[in-house]
């Protein structure tokens, strides 16, 4: 079977979606979940072709492991979050269009994760932009799209620009080869390096670029934030693989300015992932919107993800590849079962919420793993790659780095917690008195999920080992697994070790609990008050100003946002003297100013 | 991994709650005496635990009783982990983030449980609790961090034995004294010691996240107390203090340095949370960034004794 | 009133006692003149830590409740309420003749006048008020009682549950309030 079959059949299918969504759009939703299953099989298949090379018309495509890889995690994020999508048509103003774009943007994906050259990676990374801006469009606010939109544009205009600088300098569009030309250019290749990540940046919200996911996560429709924020946020990731190992970052600074064995250039990326992940934890324990919160933590460890690929070595570069995929599947079940508590209760707002784990005692579960994992607790996936990067940042003696990853994972434990205890826990307000758990074809891609975190948690192995191939496929040394145990230079892990302890100090502590006296049900009303009698549950439910100390210490104001208003406050004033000069009541006038800039025009041209 | 693994894990558990609980009896008799009283017996803390358990206690729901189980068991776990005088129960699981990240279920439990209990007590006391954590962790991970940077190995054993065999010279706390004010510093931050006990403030918040514990929930709470203070000294005797050549040694210095603490402590008011997270990010940060730049670039302290 | 009952606890149950006597710790309701006794009986003059027993924080994790003086219908209701939350075996301890006749308040029309009608007391201590030789001297009396299995004031409420409850209610109509100001 060829790549190009399987483009065809996926991009035939999503036709059919649509069709059928034009007829009857629940349906058009139930065939969303298929089309992405027959996707993630077929891809499931591709992987005996790695190394393939297929074109169609102006597109060539390669098979490469790490293709495969991202591709991967992309259509998981997609197939489980399609679970969601037949609750959502009713609230939708377009859902034949939703439907469709929603397949086609999984489409984009693929085939830009297996570009060959510069254009089809362009092509099919604007068609991801472009259908997700549609579809985050039919969310709570169209302002979010547009900033997304407009951070998305700066971010890929400026990458074409590094493209076709390539492009002039080696006379050819293929990605592995063009850049072989930069090489003695050290200038040139400083231009192309910042140009090119530029993209990768925006969309993975580094800062200064973050500020469009908290807006865009926040007001997508909640069926697109899992896969905005487990998915499509890492294909910045991808950006940044290309600019190690096709671009060769290591050795085209190799003469440049070092620090501890990391060329500046790339040093400057990290120190800007390390921003985001502390910006993004403050921010995200600021929040007081679930959506939002969880948005920035997406910032948070896109910081983590960039550092670890940028280190591009045997320890940090699996650290961070694995942490791609366990944050993807942590996010997306976080998002996901935050849909589900705003589908029962209407709100995403952690102040409105409470004491839902009475009512949905599976999607707490569910959440609470998320999470876990997501903080890098073990023994969940997370805590397998911040370990894997954490140890590598010692390897290389990053300090500032890794002061700031250490912020961010215990930052972590704060804004997890946050929407646990003030969604989930805590007191259940009598307008909740009625609210119902997640349906079974809800509760499907959270067991899937659910499940995946712990495998990747208790064995890595089996994600690593594909890890090990694509840094084989890099050419730099890979990671080394003795039976379950992951060995490296400065200590080992044995993830089922921990797990099995775990469990056997869970059984010690169950058997003692149990072997005590029952313990006597009360209401959860029935609880110390200082003796004062209070029968207003939400009175009793601390959710508002959870982290009020902190907050208060981190109040000071936001400049990147301010500068980033007044900028916009600049443009928009442009734009109206523009429209005022153009488009005045009065015809003359406007074909006046038509006559003048066709005259500079013309102008401009003899001259 | 054989039985004994288990067995030995067990016996490490036994052998744990049971002295940390004998020196927190010996340590309350200290506090009475700092203020010129006689004190309890030197067991009353075993009475203390034994008596709670024996009670009846009430429950808010599954996760009330889930969330202690789990931070038990996790705490047991964590303790399982840690080697004492070069004794491991599982060989080659005494990496340094292992026990610093195991150690964090535990807690997540015991949040989780109080937050589940519903009284705003506890989840203002868990808030705390968590912004407590951010200030005193970071400075004592960058200089866990330099430690690992230092001697190429996260295991918590081997960087005990490194110090071992100079005298008090061998100490990381000495070779790197910057990083050893930091390390003591945090380590009043992890026991929930003064002037970092903000989160417990009986006074102020009834006691916090223990607010709605009564009965066995409350001796369980106890126990994972004595465990999780067994656990965050032996992380610092070990990584700072040179741990111990033999049980013995281990037994006396960790007396030693808790009582410190504990004396230390006893003479100290009390930090708002955002004053401590001020504190740690004034002081002990810049101490562990400095160390961390000597070790890194300038590589005192590291072989500067041989 | 002390409860007398023979004794019939099986082994458990004596070294629950034993357990029970040497670690009590109190939650002690701020009511009337009595709460200014407590502090020189914790610190260093008369010590209550030799016995084991300390204060806590709130009556989940209490033994024993000290009900120091003169009760108004308004605290009754609260003390009722804290009561109920503490865990078994718990005891109160009243101080002072306030709690035992009404003391000087004797006809208020805010107090009332006899504790044991409402709730169990373990333990009575007279004076107006006692001073803290008195207050240690009875809480090792509590100690001996309880180590005797004779400190049975929270089974007695247990037993008794209707005829408390009717003389709750009589006085306070309603033990927890449902008014404008407490919805
Ligand atoms: S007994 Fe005396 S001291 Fe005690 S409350 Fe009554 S009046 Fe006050």
């Known amino acids: 079977m060829t790549f190009i079959t399987v483009l065809i059949t996926l991009l035939a299918l999503s036709v059919v979606t649509y069709l059928v969504s034009l007829i009857n759009n629940k349906l058009g939703a139930y065939f969303t979940i298929v089309t992405s299953l027959v996707t993630l099989l077929l891809l499931f298949l591709l992987k005996n072709s790695i190394g393939q090379l297929a074109s169609i018309s102006l597109f060539t495509f390669k098979l490469t492991t790490v293709g495969w890889y991202f591709s991967m995690v992309m259509v998981v994020v997609y197939f489980t979050s399609a679970f969601l999508n037949p609750f959502w048509m009713k609230k939708m103003i377009y859902p034949a269009a939703y439907n469709l774009f929603y397949l086609v943007s999984l489409i984009g994906t693929i085939g830009m994760f297996f570009a060959r050259d510069f254009i089809t990676l362009f092509i099919f990374w604007e068609t991801v932009v472009w259908t997700s801006t549609f579809i985050i469009q039919m969310g709570k606010s169209r302002k979010s799209s547009y900033v997304y939109y407009v951070v998305s544009a700066i971010g890929s205009m400026v990458t074409l620009f590094a493209m076709m600088l390539v492009y002039q300098v080696s006379g050819t569009l293929e990605i592995s080869v063009a850049f072989n030309a930069l090489t003695g250019q050290p200038v040139l290749a400083l231009i192309v390096f910042f140009t090119f990540l530029l993209a990768g940046l925006s969309k993975i919200g580094i800062f200064p670029f973050h500020v469009w996911l908290p807006m865009a996560h926040g007001s997508a429709p909640h069926t697109f934030s899992p896969v905005l924020s487990g998915g499509l946020v890492k294909m910045g990731a991808f950006i940044a693989y290309i600019s190690v190992s096709a671009f060769a970052a290591y050795e085209a600074f190799s003469s440049s300015f070092t620090i501890m064995g990391i060329p500046a250039p790339i040093y400057i990326i990290m120190v800007l992932g390390a921003i985001s992940i502390v910006v993004g934890t403050v921010m995200a324990i600021r929040q007081d919107d679930a959506k939002k919160l969880l948005a920035y933590s997406s910032v948070a460890n896109g910081g983590y993800i960039l550092i670890g690929i940028l280190l591009f070595d045997q320890l940090a570069f699996a650290g961070g590849m694995l942490h791609l995929v366990s944050h993807a599947i942590a996010s997306a079940t976080a998002f996901i079962t935050i849909a589900i508590v705003a589908h029962r209760t209407g709100t995403t707002k952690m102040s409105k919420l409470g004491g839902m784990i009475h009512k949905m005692p599976i999607t707490y579960t569910v959440y609470l793993i998320a999470i876990i994992s997501m903080a890098g607790i073990p023994p969940m996936g997370g805590f397998v790659s911040k370990w894997l990067i954490l140890q590598g940042l010692a390897d290389h003696g990053l300090l500032f780095i890794a002061a700031a990853a250490f912020f961010g994972s215990i930052g972590s434990f704060m804004y997890v917690f946050r929407p646990l205890s003030a969604v989930f826990l805590g007191q259940l307000a009598p307008k909740h008195e009625n609210v119902k758990e997640a349906s079974i074809m809800m509760q499907i891609p959270m067991y899937l999920l659910t499940i995946a975190t712990l495998l990747i948690g208790v064995f890595p192995k089996i994600i690593l080992k594909v890890i090990a191939g694509i840094q084989a496929e890099a050419g730099i040394q890979e990671i080394v697994m003795v039976g379950n145990t992951i060995v490296v230079a400065n200590g080992v892990l044995d993830t089922f070790r921990v797990f099995v302890v775990f469990g056997y100090g869970f059984l010690i502590a169950l058997v003692i609990f149990i072997l005590r006296r029952k313990s006597r049900r009360v209401t959860l009303m029935d609880t110390y008050t200082s003796a004062e009698f209070v029968h207003t549950p939400e009175l009793l439910h601390y959710s508002s100003n959870f982290y009020a100390p902190f907050e208060r210490l981190t109040k000071k104001p936001y400049p990147v946002l301010n500068l980033y208003e007044k900028v916009s406050i600049k443009i928009k004033e442009i734009g109206h003297m523009a429209e005022s000069l153009f488009s005045s009541p009065k015809p003359a006038v406007t074909i006046f100013w038509i006559i003048i800039v066709f005259a500079i025009f013309f102008l401009g041209g003899v001259l | 991994m054989t039985v004994m693994n288990f067995v030995y894990g067990f016996i490490i558990l036994l052998a744990a709650f049971i002295f940390q609980t004998t020196i927190t009896g010996f340590n309350r008799k200290v506090t009475a005496r700092i203020q010129k009283r006689y004190g309890p017996r030197w067991y009353q803390q075993f009475l203390d635990i034994f008596k709670a358990l024996r009670k009846s206690s009430i429950t808010h729901g599954w996760i009330f009783d889930f969330g202690v189980i789990m931070a038990l068991g996790g705490i047991m776990a964590t303790v399982i982990f840690i080697p004492v005088a070069g004794f491991e129960a599982f060989p080659n699981m005494d990496n340094v983030y292992i026990i610093s990240y195991l150690l964090a279920i535990g807690m997540l439990g015991m949040a989780m449980s109080a937050a589940g209990s519903g009284n705003p007590w506890a989840s203002i006391g868990v808030s705390r609790a968590l912004t407590n954590m951010l200030a005193y962790d970071i400075p004592l991970m960058i200089v866990i961090f330099t430690l690992i940077f230092a001697f190429d190995t996260a295991s918590v054993s081997e960087i005990a034995a490194m110090q071992q065999g100079m005298g008090i010279l061998g100490w990381n706390a000495i070779r790197m004294p910057l990083g050893g004010i930091v390390a003591f510093i945090a380590l009043f931050g992890m026991l929930g010691k003064k002037p970092f006990d903000s989160f417990i403030a009986p006074a102020e918040i009834a006691s916090g996240p223990m607010v709605e514990y009564g009965g066995k929930h409350l001796g369980f709470m106890f126990i994972l107390h004595e465990l999780m203070t067994f656990i965050e000294v032996s992380l610092i005797l070990n990584l700072f203090f040179g741990g111990g050549s033999s049980i013995l040694v281990y037994a006396i210095k960790y007396a030693i340095l808790y009582t410190l603490v504990n004396i230390i402590s006893q003479v100290m008011p009390r930090y708002k949370i955002d004053q401590a997270v001020k504190f740690f990010y004034r002081v002990p940060l810049v101490f562990a960034i400095i160390q961390g730049l000597v070790v890194i670039f300038l590589g005192w302290g590291v072989s500067v004794w041989f | ?183």
Not at chain 3, 17 to 26: C, G, L, R
Not at chain 3, 28 to 49: H, K, N, Q, V
Not at chain 3, 58 to 87: C, F, H, N, W
């Open chain 3, 1 to 183: 009133m002390v409860l007398e009952n023979q004794d019939n606890r099986n082994l458990w149950e004596k070294i629950g006692d034993y357990f029970s006597a040497n670690s009590i710790w109190m939650k002690w309701y701020c009511t009337g003149c009595g709460a200014i006794e407590l502090p020189p009986t914790m610190t260093s003059r008369f010590d209550m830590e030799r016995l084991g027993m300390g204060p806590m924080a709130t009556p989940r994790q209490a033994d024993v409740m000290l009900i120091t003086g003169y009760l108004s219908t308004k605290t009754l209701r609260r003390v009722i309420y804290s009561y109920e939350q503490m865990q078994d075996p718990k005891y109160i301890v009243a101080f002072g003749s306030c709690t035992i006749n009404g003391g000087v308040y004797y006809d208020s029309y805010a107090t009332i006048n006899q504790l044991d009608k409402y709730i169990p007391v373990d333990l009575y201590i007279a004076g107006c008020m006692p001073r803290p030789e008195a207050v240690m001297n009875a809480f090792a009396d509590l100690i001996s009682m309880i180590k005797k299995g004779q400190a049975n004031g929270w089974r007695h409420y247990q037993e008794n549950y209707e005829w408390y409850k009717k003389n709750q209610l009589d006085s306070l109509e309603e033990v927890i309030i449902h008014d404008e100001f407490h919805e």
